[in-house]
């Protein structure tokens, strides 16, 4: 976009969203959320606000913060730009912008104008004449999902993708989002590879393992006799099975292509399982297999996905791996979309093992902990308590803890204040907790009210530290971030961000929260840590590895905190009282966008924001319980819909 300036990008940016909205329909349904009052409105009254205030160090020029109020202000509705919009507004409110040193301010009058036009703006949109379920773009299987379905395919479970480059997160935060699931030349190489791993390992010339044996009897579904010549055979296998790998049928023309290479390995001397071995090998690298995609309309209107692409999505969301055998019958027939039909798979789905990736992929991701044994670990030597199956330990507490809401469908308030938690001897040590004994992982009930719920789960606690020191500061963004779904702003453009590191070096003799007090009493840092530091401060009890201490370096631990509208609480118990009885909007809304983000694997748009209504709503009805939520979204319209991408305005 060079030599574009403010307007031109901002129109560049609708115009970017017509080709995702699909066409003159897009077109049409954007000039309908437009009020030519609120428009004339802003650009007589608020937007030379901006020009004189805001343009100087957020404009064309210059982006202070990243933040380009000048490139955003022709995207409509305003909620196209949301984030940046609200991060404004709560400047404006804050009165944060411009800063206290500038010259010109903005008078009090212009204050209120600015802040009540961007309220009405982004927090009071109308919504109701919005209907788009965003657009599905191919994608590649994730490194986890590949290992999945090359399971569900052969039965061996040898996992070749834990040897691949690793998967990036995208701006939803989990590795599934199609914008980072690239195809690299490297990966190819790494595919061909699996793939003749993979066949290998399940199809020995003699199975030896029970395994095996299923492998061989899943596969070669029929062979040669003395009513079926080998070529006719081998097409029965290749169709059965090309029609699994592809999670749909297999066209004439995909399977005599497939054929080709078993009759040229038949006619260089192999035998015939050998051959089918080989051309099973070439539909393991085919686009079909590793890429998922869906068909596409000719029309610029939203449509309903078919069932093959709703088994699909379902069981990529809830498994992480290829339908099975029932919902590719289901989808046969055509009547996985009947909503008794897919109620009952989805039940059905959600309490087989499989669904236990929810916890280990969903879970992981979305609070962090994933990263502990990789990203965050101790050096083992200082450290030989810090072994991989302690940490092995922590992960797993978490992913059965979530695991265990959903299949027994408790209520999302429980993901705060369960009386349970799963443990084994190792993690038991750590946490200072006498009776248990062995490796397994086994569910006990609680009554420490310092366990309990994700909050003090020493997982989260280890990877919202900073090395060795817990950090407030990190633990406090990240129960607003992550659990409430309320991000502060980022820090105003000329804050020191490493001013409060050096700060704790300076003063080592004192407590956590007598350095933090001495930091945020500047005046350019009280905002942001008055909503930070409440939440960390009450989980200083829990060290940088979540063991729970009484006792710090300066003394006793002092955990009481204060919110910002002077609500007093302490410690754990007293953030989890918090979060139920104040929070819990805020609670329900994050996990149903995070749960509909991973499962339409992209992040969500602000035209996702009524189906994200509709989520909540209907989790209030149904006392807020899990299965609810899935359920809900296995229904919704950008669940079940799509609309295509056009190349062109139309």
């Not at 809830?318 to 099975?324: A, I, K, T, Y």
């Not at 101790?378 to 265990?404: G, H, K, Q, V, Y």
Request: aromatic share 8%; with cysteine.
């Amino acid at each position: 976009m060079m030599g574009l300036k403010g307007r031109d990008v901002g129109f560049a940016i609708a115009s970017a969203l017509v080709l995702v909205l699909g066409g003159v329909g897009a077109q049409a349904q954007i000039d309908s959320l437009i009020d030519p009052e609120q428009e004339k409105y802003f650009t007589n009254e608020i937007e030379p606000i901006l020009e004189e205030f805001c343009y100087s160090c957020h404009g064309d020029n210059k982006q202070e913060g990243d933040l380009d109020i000048e490139g955003i202000i022709g995207g409509r509705p305003f909620v196209m730009n949301k984030e940046a919009w609200e991060n404004v507004l709560a400047r404006v409110q804050n009165k944060e912008m411009p800063p206290k040193d500038e010259k010109k301010q903005p008078s009090r009058r212009d204050f209120k104008d600015l802040g009540a036009f961007l309220d009405k703006a982004i927090n009071q949109f109308d919504y109701s004449k919005v209907h788009n379920p965003g657009y599905e773009a191919a994608k590649r299987l994730t490194h986890n999902e590949f290992n999945n379905t090359m399971r569900d395919l052969f039965v061996v479970d040898i996992r070749p993708g834990d040897k691949f480059p690793l998967d990036l997160s995208g701006k939803s935060g989990f590795d599934n989002s199609a914008n980072t699931l690239f195809m690299q030349p490297l990966l190819l190489e790494r595919y061909i590879g699996a793939a003749d791993d993979v066949v290998e390992a399940a199809l020995p010339a003699v199975p030896e393992t029970d395994a095996q044996k299923r492998a061989h009897e899943m596969i070669f579904i029929t062979r040669p006799n003395h009513d079926t010549n080998q070529e006719e055979a081998a097409r029965q296998v290749l169709d059965h099975f090309m029609d699994r790998a592809f999670r749909r049928p297999a066209t004439v023309e995909e399977v005599d292509s497939i054929m080709r290479h078993f009759v040229d390995a038949s006619r260089n001397g192999s035998n015939f399982e050998e051959s089918i071995k080989r051309a099973l090998k070439v539909v393991l690298v085919s686009p079909n297999f590793l890429i998922r995609i869906e068909h596409t309309s000719d029309s610029p209107e939203a449509f309903q996905i078919n069932d093959w692409e709703l088994a699909s999505r379902l069981s990529f969301f809830l498994w992480g791996s290829m339908p099975d055998e029932e919902l590719f019958a289901l989808a046969a027939s055509n009547t996985l979309h009947e909503s008794e039909v897919l109620a009952a798979q989805v039940t059905r789905m959600m309490t087989d093992d499989k669904a236990q990736t929810l916890g280990n992929t969903f879970a992981a991701q979305w609070l962090g902990f994933d990263d502990l044994g990789t990203r965050i670990r101790l050096d083992p030597i200082d450290n030989p308590w810090c072994t991989d199956t302690l940490m092995a330990s922590m992960r797993a507490e978490t992913a059965m803890f979530f695991d265990s809401l959903l299949q027994e469908n408790r209520s999302i308030t429980e993901l705060i204040n369960a009386e349970y938690t799963f443990i084994n001897e190792e993690l038991a040590n750590h946490y200072k907790m006498d009776g248990i004994e062995g490796e397994e992982m086994r569910r006990i009930n609680l009554d420490n009210p310092n366990r309990g719920g994700i909050l003090a789960n020493g997982s989260v606690l280890a990877v919202t530290s900073a090395g060795r020191r817990t950090s407030p500061v990190m633990r406090g963004k990240w129960v607003l971030e992550t659990i409430l779904g309320t991000p502060p702003p980022p820090p105003p453009p000329d804050v020191d961000a490493g001013a409060l590191d050096r700060d704790l070096r300076r003063n080592r003799s004192l407590s956590m929260r007598e350095k933090l007090e001495l930091h945020s009493a500047k005046p350019r840092c009280q905002g942001c840590h008055a909503r930070l530091d409440p939440f960390g401060l009450s989980l200083e009890n829990y060290d940088y590895f979540g063991r729970y201490r009484s006792r710090g370096r300066g003394g006793p631990i002092d955990s009481s905190a204060v919110l910002e509208d002077g609500t007093e609480f302490a410690g754990v118990g007293g953030l989890k009282m918090v979060i139920v009885e104040k929070r819990m909007d805020d609670l329900v809304r994050q996990v149903s966008q995070k749960m509909l983000s991973y499962a339409l694997g992209r992040q969500l748009e602000w035209y996702d924001e009524p189906a994200i209504r509709d989520l909540v709503a209907a989790l209030g009805e149904n006392e807020y319980r899990f299965q609810t939520l899935i359920f809900e979204i296995a229904t919704s319209y950008p669940f079940q819909q799509k609309r295509n991408q056009t190349s062109s305005v139309q």
